[in-house]
Each structure stands twice: as structure tokens, then as C-alpha cells.
């Protein structure tokens, strides 16, 4: 959601209004589930994805009527029934829930949307919250960001009891979930910054790495002491490239808390070691590096040697990276990208 928030936020100040495709919720085996989003402009063209196939080409063609009406309309699946799965080529056997809504380009819309946006650069979390509301036939959203510093922004009324909400908000089941009263509902997404890659090194498999971390939702963050290596041309779309004098006290400058992972890609067995013993001073959650077996139990020995515990070690992942029997710097950076993608979920599911 993070990028399209950007996405939207470019398009509503261009002057081009369009439809977000969101599914509230979702249970037994559907496409996407609750949270998963998609933009449909008024070309058909779309960003993003609700899961693909039956399901989102009739979601594409109910936001593309919302150009001519306006508002907002939330359609239901059911994927157990056959009649429904046959016409949608679906055999998944769930149940999903999906809310169309017309943004258009006003004043306000720019305003809220330039507010996430800013949020999202700041790396804060915020609430974004959808009221739902009737619209002679049909109903209409309007949107809230409630801030970290627990501000609220745009149409705002009962403030109180919207805090109320978000406080018993499950967010640990679901980032977004539908809340259905008697007399209200409310769509409630919970948006947090991207988790901090720490990429220790700029050479092959690092240019690899950034590129599927970044597009998995990952914020790049590449770190080298060779600045023909470390530089915006090698990476242009990396949130942060930096050259290092050294990599002693290689991370005195950045904020490693428990959202950060570091990924340990020098060019060298020496260079790794220094930076693993510095990686183990940090909160980081998550901390691989590269190499062999052989490298990782010498390291090993020289840290325990050094004064780290066993504890420590063990905080480590090497080999960094699922076990796939790769050998190309990008299949070994797939590998790598894999395992943050399945360390971030299990941290995610015992929050």
C-alpha cells in the first residue's frame, strides 16, 4: 500500500482523479486477503493487484462505472458456491469482500494524500480510516489519517470514538480489517514504514539483493567503502547509498532498531567479521551473512574468542539465504530476499 499511497498522492496533484480497489476482508483460500490493493485509472490501465484473474477483471470493470457516478461500491465473493467459481474461473473456496471507491482530485484528497506521503518519507506509522456514508443510491468514502502523534486529518467528527476503535483494532490479525456497527462502518488500515535493509557491501550480488528487497517492499539501504561501487548510478532507486571511510563503527551513524535487517555482503572474509561483530551490538532483527560453512565457523571461533556468547551467535543467519543450491548473483540474491521475506512474515504473525 505504501507505494501506491505515492502513486495516488502524484496522480490526484497532476489533476487525474481515479479508483482504489481494496479487499476489506477475506477468509479461506482467495487471491489476496484483506489489505491488498489496486489502482484503476480511467484508462483501465491498473497498479497493483487484488490477485488477478475473475475476481479483479470484475472488480476493474465496476471501478471504471465509478468515473461516471462517483462514490463507492463494496461487491462480495463467494468462491465455495460453483455457479460463481465457473464464471470466474476461480477454484480457490473462500470468501473475499471488495470496496471500489472514486478519489477524486480535490483540494482535500491532495491534502490528506500529501500528509501519508510525508509520513511514509518519515518512516512514522499512521491509521488511514475509510467512513463509509449514503450517497442517495449507493454510499461514499471519506478518508481520515489519524498520525503517530495521534493527530486527525480530514472530515473529522467524534474523534473520541474513532480513537476508541483504533485502540481495539486487531491489528496483529490483519493490518486492514472492516468494522461493521449498527450505525457505522469503518475501514481501518493500519500503515507502517518499510522495514530498513542495511546491504553491508555494493558488489554483484548486492546490486541483485537491492533490487528484489525494494521490490518486496523493503527500504534499501547500501553501504561500501569503495565509492565506484557505492554510488546513485550503481543505485539509482536505493533509498540511501553511502561510502564508508571503513567499516569500523560502520553504523554509528544509522538508527538499527528492532525493524532493521542487515544483510552482510562484503567482498571479503576480513571485512565481514568486522562487520558482523558490529551487526551484533545492534538491535537489529534480523542479521545474515554470506559464505561458506568453512568461513562461518572461523568467524565464528573469532568472535566467541572476542568475548561474544553463544547467544549471540545465534542470532545469525549463515549461509544467509533459504537453501535453493544456487550459484548466480541473482538466484543468490532470490535466496536472500526469500529468507527476509519468510523472516518478516513469522515476525509479523508474533507481534
Known amino acids: 500500500m505504501i507505494e501506491l499511497v505515492k502513486q495516488i498522492f502524484t496522480s490526484l496533484r497532476e489533476g487525474r482523479d481515479l479508483v482504489l480497489v481494496t479487499v476489506t476482508d477475506s477468509s479461506g483460500s482467495t487471491p489476496r486477503t484483506s489489505g491488498s490493493n489496486m489502482i484503476v485509472n480511467r484508462d483501465g490501465s491498473i497498479s497493483g493487484t487484488i490477485g488477478g484473474g475473475g475476481v479483479e477483471a470484475h472488480a476493474i470493470k ?33 470468501k473475499m469482500r471488495v470496496l471500489s471507491e472514486h478519489i477524486p482530485a480535490s483540494d482535500e484528497n491532495i491534502k490528506l494524500f500529501s500528509i501519508m506521503t510525508r509520513e511514509i518519507e518519515m518512516a512514522k506509522p499512521f491509521y488511514w480510516v475509510g467512513k463509509f456514508s449514503d450517497k442517495g443510491e449507493g454510499f461514499k468514502v471519506d478518508r481520515l489519517v489519524r498520525t503517530a502523534d495521534r493527530k486527525w486529518h480530514g472530515q473529522i467528527e467524534n474523534g473520541h470514538m474513532l480513537d476508541a476503535l483504533l485502540e481495539g483494532n486487531d491489528s496483529k490479525k490483519s493490518d486492514t480489517v472492516l468494522v461493521e456497527e449498527s450505525e457505522s462502518r469503518l475501514l481501518i488500515s493500519a500503515i507502517t514504514p518499510p522495514r530498513s535493509l542495511y546491504i553491508m557491501g555494493a558488489g554483484h550480488v548486492s546490486k541483485e539483493i537491492e533490487l528484489f528487497a525494494r521490490r518486496v517492499g ?14 546513485p548510478e550503481r543505485f539509482p532507486q536505493a533509498a540511501e547509498v553511502h561510502v564508508c571511510r571503513d567499516f569500523s563503527k560502520v553504523f554509528d551513524q544509522f538508527k538499527v532498531n528492532a525493524g532493521s ?39 565464528y571461533r573469532a568472535l566467541l574468542s572476542e568475548g561474544f556468547t553463544q547467544s549471540d551467535i545465534d542470532r545469525v543467519h549463515c549461509p544467509i539465504g533459504l537453501p535453493l543450491n544456487v550459484e548466480t548473483p541473482a538466484e543468490i540474491a532470490v535466496s536472500i530476499v526469500a529468507e527476509l521475506i519468510e523472516h518478516r512474515a513469522e515476525q509479523k504473525a508474533s507481534a
Do not use: W
Request: charged share 20%; aromatic share 10%.
Open 218 to 231: 523493503f527500504k534499501t539501504i547500501v553501504i561500501d567503502d569503495r565509492p565506484e561501487f557505492a554510488n
Open 261 to 299: 535487517y542487515i544483510a552482510i555482503v562484503t567482498r571479503g572474509h576480513r571485512f565481514d567479521k568486522e562487520v558482523l561483530a558490529q551487526a551484533l551490538r545492534t538491535g537489529a532483527s534480523y542479521i545474515g551473512m554470506i559464505g561458506s560453512r568453512k568461513k562461518r565457523d572461523y568467524v
Open 62 to 94: 465496476s471501478a471504471l462505472g465509478l468515473f461516471g457516478s462517483g462514490g463507492a461500491v463494496l461487491s462480495s465473493y463467494n468462491l465455495t458456491q460453483s455457479a460463481v467459481t465457473h464464471d470466474l474461473d476461480l477454484v480457490c473456496g473462500g
